[in-house]
């Protein structure tokens, strides 16, 4: 049964940074493209970046654009985000998700993890 479990999340000031990590199980990892998305509170889920099965083509949200930089480690079967220069607009749940096609729409993909809280104090 794939698997996917987020960590990293947390409590930082703004212009902090976190790393976040995706580790997944239960699937062929680097057959599928993986992706971050968000949701803060009232709010809809919303894509954040993502990142094809290789590597080799990645996408960001633009607000996060030179702040945040996703990465995949195949042998390791996990994704991470590294995120910097947080601001408080960034406090959200941050989830990992693992697609068969290389898109920043949620119903494309096909698993996903809980989520890891991240919330940033100004």
């Known amino acids: 049964q794939a698997q996917l479990v987020e960590s990293g999340g947390g409590l930082v000031q703004a212009g902090g940074s976190l790393r976040l990590s995706c580790a997944a199980s239960?699937?062929?990892?680097?057959?599928?493209?993986m992706g971050w998305f968000r949701q803060a509170p009232g709010k809809e889920r919303e894509f954040v970046a993502v990142?094809?099965?290789?590597?080799?083509?990645?996408l960001y949200k633009d607000s996060v654009k030179g702040r945040f930089t996703i990465s995949r480690d195949n042998a390791e079967n996990t994704v991470y985000l590294q995120m910097n220069t947080l601001k408080v607009e960034d406090t959200a749940v941050y989830y990992c998700?693992?697609?068969?096609?290389?898109?920043?729409?949620?119903?494309?993909?096909?698993?996903w993890g809980q989520g890891t809280q991240v919330t940033v104090s100004s």
């Open positions: 998700a693992a697609g068969g096609r290389f898109s920043t729409a949620t119903p494309e993909y096909n698993y």
């Open positions: 239960g699937l062929s990892f680097s057959s599928y493209h």
């Open positions: 990142i094809s099965w290789r590597g080799g083509s990645i």
